[in-house]
Protein backbone atom coordinates (compact mmCIF):
# COMPACT_ATOMS: atom_id res chain seq x y z
CA UNK A 1 0.00 0.00 0.00
CA UNK A 2 1.32 3.38 -1.08
CA UNK A 3 2.08 6.09 1.59
CA UNK A 4 -1.28 8.32 -0.04
CA UNK A 5 -3.35 5.50 0.92
CA UNK A 6 -2.05 5.07 4.78
CA UNK A 7 -1.71 8.72 5.32
CA UNK A 8 -0.37 11.95 3.41
CA UNK A 9 3.15 12.75 3.69
CA UNK A 10 4.20 9.32 5.62
CA UNK A 11 7.04 7.60 3.74
CA UNK A 12 6.82 4.31 2.81
CA UNK A 13 8.66 2.99 5.49
CA UNK A 14 6.84 5.00 7.75
CA UNK A 15 9.70 6.96 9.40
CA UNK A 16 11.14 10.38 8.44
CA UNK A 17 11.43 12.60 4.96
CA UNK A 18 14.16 10.63 2.66
CA UNK A 19 14.95 13.93 0.79
CA UNK A 20 13.70 17.76 2.37
CA UNK A 21 14.61 20.41 0.23
CA UNK A 22 14.81 23.68 2.14
CA UNK A 23 14.07 27.00 0.70
CA UNK A 24 16.33 29.57 2.31
CA UNK A 25 17.92 26.39 3.71
CA UNK A 26 21.88 28.84 4.65
CA UNK A 27 21.19 30.84 7.24
CA UNK A 28 18.35 31.20 10.16
CA UNK A 29 15.58 28.84 10.73
CA UNK A 30 16.19 27.25 7.49
CA UNK A 31 19.53 26.50 8.29
CA UNK A 32 18.52 25.10 11.69
CA UNK A 33 15.73 22.91 9.34
CA UNK A 34 18.38 21.53 7.35
CA UNK A 35 20.40 20.37 10.80
CA UNK A 36 17.52 18.81 11.93
CA UNK A 37 15.95 17.06 8.68
CA UNK A 38 19.80 16.11 8.22
CA UNK A 39 20.59 14.52 12.15
CA UNK A 40 16.74 12.55 11.74
CA UNK A 41 18.73 10.73 8.42
CA UNK A 42 17.17 12.74 5.32
CA UNK A 43 19.15 13.77 2.71
CA UNK A 44 19.20 17.66 2.42
CA UNK A 45 18.74 20.09 -0.90
CA UNK A 46 19.33 23.70 0.19
CA UNK A 47 17.98 26.13 -2.03
CA UNK A 48 19.74 29.52 -1.74
CA UNK A 49 20.02 32.61 -3.41
CA UNK A 50 23.49 32.98 -1.20
CA UNK A 51 26.10 30.61 -3.10
CA UNK A 52 28.42 30.61 -0.72
CA UNK A 53 26.60 30.18 2.27
CA UNK A 54 24.78 27.37 0.92
CA UNK A 55 27.88 25.53 0.12
CA UNK A 56 28.99 25.88 3.40
CA UNK A 57 26.07 24.45 4.88
CA UNK A 58 26.24 21.41 2.72
CA UNK A 59 29.90 20.85 3.57
CA UNK A 60 28.75 20.73 7.03
CA UNK A 61 26.07 18.72 6.51
CA UNK A 62 28.19 15.96 4.47
CA UNK A 63 27.54 13.67 1.62
CA UNK A 64 23.67 13.84 1.74
CA UNK A 65 23.30 17.36 1.49
CA UNK A 66 23.71 19.44 -1.70
CA UNK A 67 23.78 23.33 -2.78
CA UNK A 68 21.68 24.64 -5.32
CA UNK A 69 21.93 28.41 -5.83
CA UNK A 70 18.47 29.98 -7.23
CA UNK A 71 16.94 33.44 -6.85
CA UNK A 72 13.39 31.97 -5.81
CA UNK A 73 11.30 34.63 -7.46
CA UNK A 74 12.28 33.47 -11.25
CA UNK A 75 9.68 30.95 -11.91
CA UNK A 76 11.89 29.25 -14.35
CA UNK A 77 14.98 29.02 -12.74
CA UNK A 78 13.34 27.73 -9.89
CA UNK A 79 11.77 25.29 -12.46
CA UNK A 80 15.39 24.18 -13.59
CA UNK A 81 16.62 22.90 -10.07
CA UNK A 82 13.86 21.20 -9.49
CA UNK A 83 15.76 19.43 -12.44
CA UNK A 84 18.90 19.80 -10.86
CA UNK A 85 18.12 18.35 -7.60
CA UNK A 86 16.00 15.50 -9.03
CA UNK A 87 18.98 15.15 -11.25
CA UNK A 88 21.68 14.94 -8.22
CA UNK A 89 21.29 11.68 -6.84
CA UNK A 90 19.46 12.84 -4.33
CA UNK A 91 16.61 10.56 -3.14
CA UNK A 92 13.39 11.82 -4.39
CA UNK A 93 11.92 14.90 -2.46
CA UNK A 94 9.19 13.95 -0.29
CA UNK A 95 9.44 17.33 1.81
CA UNK A 96 9.49 20.89 1.18
CA UNK A 97 10.50 23.99 3.58
CA UNK A 98 10.29 27.17 2.24
CA UNK A 99 11.96 29.60 4.52
CA UNK A 100 13.07 32.57 2.30
CA UNK A 101 12.21 36.49 2.66
CA UNK A 102 14.07 39.38 3.61
CA UNK A 103 13.57 41.72 6.62
CA UNK A 104 11.40 44.63 6.75
CA UNK A 105 11.84 48.30 8.59
CA UNK A 106 8.84 49.54 9.78
CA UNK A 107 7.18 52.45 7.40
CA UNK A 108 4.11 54.29 7.27
CA UNK A 109 2.68 53.97 4.14
CA UNK A 110 2.65 57.92 3.50
CA UNK A 111 6.28 57.07 3.01
CA UNK A 112 6.41 53.59 1.96
CA UNK A 113 6.26 53.22 -1.98
CA UNK A 114 4.99 50.64 -3.92
CA UNK A 115 7.76 49.13 -5.18
CA UNK A 116 9.73 49.16 -1.97
CA UNK A 117 6.42 47.07 -0.59
CA UNK A 118 6.37 44.34 -3.18
CA UNK A 119 9.94 43.93 -2.91
CA UNK A 120 9.26 42.68 0.46
CA UNK A 121 6.06 40.70 -0.32
CA UNK A 122 7.38 39.16 -3.25
CA UNK A 123 10.26 37.81 -0.97
CA UNK A 124 8.11 36.18 1.20
CA UNK A 125 5.07 34.81 -0.61
CA UNK A 126 6.27 35.06 -4.57
CA UNK A 127 9.52 32.77 -3.33
CA UNK A 128 6.73 30.35 -1.48
CA UNK A 129 4.54 30.20 -4.70
CA UNK A 130 7.41 29.46 -7.03
CA UNK A 131 9.17 26.95 -5.03
CA UNK A 132 5.86 25.02 -4.52
CA UNK A 133 4.70 24.91 -7.32
CA UNK A 134 7.85 23.61 -9.05
CA UNK A 135 8.68 20.79 -6.18
CA UNK A 136 5.22 20.52 -4.78
CA UNK A 137 3.52 19.71 -8.39
CA UNK A 138 6.51 16.99 -8.67
CA UNK A 139 5.07 15.20 -5.34
CA UNK A 140 1.15 15.29 -5.93
CA UNK A 141 2.23 14.05 -9.00
CA UNK A 142 4.62 10.90 -7.15
CA UNK A 143 4.31 9.33 -3.83
CA UNK A 144 3.44 12.42 -1.48
CA UNK A 145 4.86 14.46 0.59
CA UNK A 146 4.87 16.96 2.85
CA UNK A 147 5.44 21.30 2.93
CA UNK A 148 5.79 23.37 5.38
CA UNK A 149 5.32 27.10 4.94
CA UNK A 150 7.01 29.63 7.38
CA UNK A 151 4.18 32.11 9.03
CA UNK A 152 4.48 34.43 11.51
CA UNK A 153 2.83 35.57 14.72
CA UNK A 154 1.93 39.08 12.22
CA UNK A 155 0.19 36.84 10.04
CA UNK A 156 -2.61 37.29 13.08
CA UNK A 157 -1.46 40.06 14.77
CA UNK A 158 -0.70 43.14 12.58
CA UNK A 159 2.17 45.55 13.30
CA UNK A 160 3.94 48.36 11.61
CA UNK A 161 5.65 45.86 8.90
CA UNK A 162 3.20 46.16 6.46
CA UNK A 163 4.29 44.27 3.79
CA UNK A 164 5.35 41.52 5.77
CA UNK A 165 2.39 41.35 7.69
CA UNK A 166 0.09 41.30 4.45
CA UNK A 167 2.89 38.24 3.04
CA UNK A 168 2.43 36.22 6.36
CA UNK A 169 -1.36 37.00 6.40
CA UNK A 170 -0.98 35.49 2.41
CA UNK A 171 0.98 32.42 3.40
CA UNK A 172 -1.94 30.91 5.62
CA UNK A 173 -4.48 31.39 3.36
CA UNK A 174 -2.48 29.73 0.83
CA UNK A 175 -1.54 26.78 3.28
CA UNK A 176 -5.09 26.11 2.94
CA UNK A 177 -5.46 26.08 -0.13
CA UNK A 178 -3.06 24.17 -1.26
CA UNK A 179 -3.83 21.31 1.79
CA UNK A 180 -7.28 21.30 0.35
CA UNK A 181 -6.10 21.17 -3.17
CA UNK A 182 -3.59 18.47 -3.29
CA UNK A 183 -5.05 16.25 0.12
CA UNK A 184 -6.18 13.27 -2.15
CA UNK A 185 -2.66 13.14 -3.85
CA UNK A 186 -1.18 12.50 -0.87
CA UNK A 187 0.52 16.12 -0.29
CA UNK A 188 0.40 17.87 3.29
CA UNK A 189 0.65 21.17 3.28
CA UNK A 190 0.94 23.70 6.55
CA UNK A 191 2.75 26.62 8.61
CA UNK A 192 4.31 27.19 11.39
CA UNK A 193 3.75 30.83 13.05
CA UNK A 194 7.02 31.82 14.91
CA UNK A 195 7.54 33.93 17.35
CA UNK A 196 10.24 36.79 17.73
CA UNK A 197 12.89 34.12 17.04
CA UNK A 198 16.95 34.62 17.56
CA UNK A 199 17.98 34.72 13.72
CA UNK A 200 20.30 37.16 11.37
CA UNK A 201 16.71 38.38 10.48
CA UNK A 202 15.87 40.05 13.69
CA UNK A 203 19.57 40.97 14.37
CA UNK A 204 19.81 42.83 11.00
CA UNK A 205 21.44 46.47 10.98
CA UNK A 206 18.89 48.81 10.28
CA UNK A 207 19.63 51.24 7.49
CA UNK A 208 21.13 53.93 9.88
CA UNK A 209 23.40 50.95 11.38
CA UNK A 210 21.66 50.98 14.86
CA UNK A 211 20.72 47.47 16.18
CA UNK A 212 16.87 46.43 17.09
CA UNK A 213 16.11 46.92 21.01
CA UNK A 214 14.94 43.22 22.17
CA UNK A 215 13.99 44.26 25.37
CA UNK A 216 10.32 45.36 23.84
CA UNK A 217 9.92 42.00 22.28
CA UNK A 218 10.90 40.38 25.76
CA UNK A 219 8.16 42.10 27.71
CA UNK A 220 5.26 41.18 25.08
CA UNK A 221 6.39 37.38 25.12
CA UNK A 222 5.02 35.46 27.93
CA UNK A 223 8.28 32.88 28.32
CA UNK A 224 10.33 36.43 28.14
CA UNK A 225 13.42 35.02 25.93
CA UNK A 226 13.35 35.01 22.08
CA UNK A 227 12.92 31.55 20.27
CA UNK A 228 15.61 29.56 19.19
CA UNK A 229 16.06 28.77 15.50
CA UNK A 230 16.06 24.74 16.72
CA UNK A 231 13.17 25.08 18.71
CA UNK A 232 11.04 26.22 15.36
CA UNK A 233 13.07 23.32 13.25
CA UNK A 234 11.67 20.70 15.97
CA UNK A 235 8.21 21.83 15.02
CA UNK A 236 8.69 21.67 11.21
CA UNK A 237 10.52 17.96 11.93
CA UNK A 238 6.80 17.35 13.62
CA UNK A 239 5.47 18.71 10.56
CA UNK A 240 7.18 16.53 8.35
CA UNK A 241 7.40 13.65 10.06
CA UNK A 242 4.54 10.64 10.28
CA UNK A 243 3.76 11.74 13.72
CA UNK A 244 1.21 14.34 11.61
CA UNK A 245 0.12 12.65 8.79
CA UNK A 246 -3.53 13.54 9.91
CA UNK A 247 -2.78 17.27 9.89
CA UNK A 248 -2.86 19.28 6.82
CA UNK A 249 -4.14 23.22 6.44
CA UNK A 250 -3.44 24.25 9.62
CA UNK A 251 -0.86 27.29 10.70
CA UNK A 252 0.47 26.45 14.28
CA UNK A 253 1.63 28.84 16.37
CA UNK A 254 5.35 28.65 18.06
CA UNK A 255 5.80 31.77 19.45
CA UNK A 256 6.35 31.93 23.27
CA UNK A 257 2.97 32.53 24.27
CA UNK A 258 2.79 36.15 22.19
CA UNK A 259 -0.37 35.52 20.92
CA UNK A 260 -2.18 34.02 23.85
CA UNK A 261 -1.00 36.83 25.78
CA UNK A 262 -2.30 39.79 23.27
CA UNK A 263 -4.95 40.61 25.63
CA UNK A 264 -2.72 40.92 29.38
CA UNK A 265 -1.34 44.38 28.87
CA UNK A 266 -4.64 46.16 29.96
CA UNK A 267 -4.86 43.71 33.28
CA UNK A 268 -1.43 45.41 34.15
CA UNK A 269 0.92 42.71 32.27
CA UNK A 270 2.23 39.02 32.56
CA UNK A 271 1.73 37.16 35.99
CA UNK A 272 6.04 36.27 36.95
CA UNK A 273 7.11 33.30 38.33
CA UNK A 274 5.48 33.13 41.52
CA UNK A 275 2.16 34.03 39.81
Known amino acids: M???NEGAGVSRDMGAPRCVAILGGASGIGAAVAR???AGGAAVAI???NGAAAEAMADELGPKARAF???ATDEAAMAA???AVAESGLPPVDGLVASAGIPEVATPIERYAADDFDRILTSHVRTAYVFAR???ARMAAGEGGAVVFLASVLSFRPGPVLAYGAGKGALVNLTQSLAVHWAARGVRVNAVAPGWTDTPFIRAPRPDGSRRDIE???RQTPQGRLIRPEEIAEVIQFLLSPASSAITGVTLPADG???AGAGWAAYGGFPGPEG
Open 47 to 49: LDL
Open 36 to 38: RAA
Open 216 to 218: PIL
Open 134 to 136: AFG
Open 2 to 4: SEK
Open 81 to 83: AAD
Open 257 to 259: GVM
Open 69 to 71: IVD
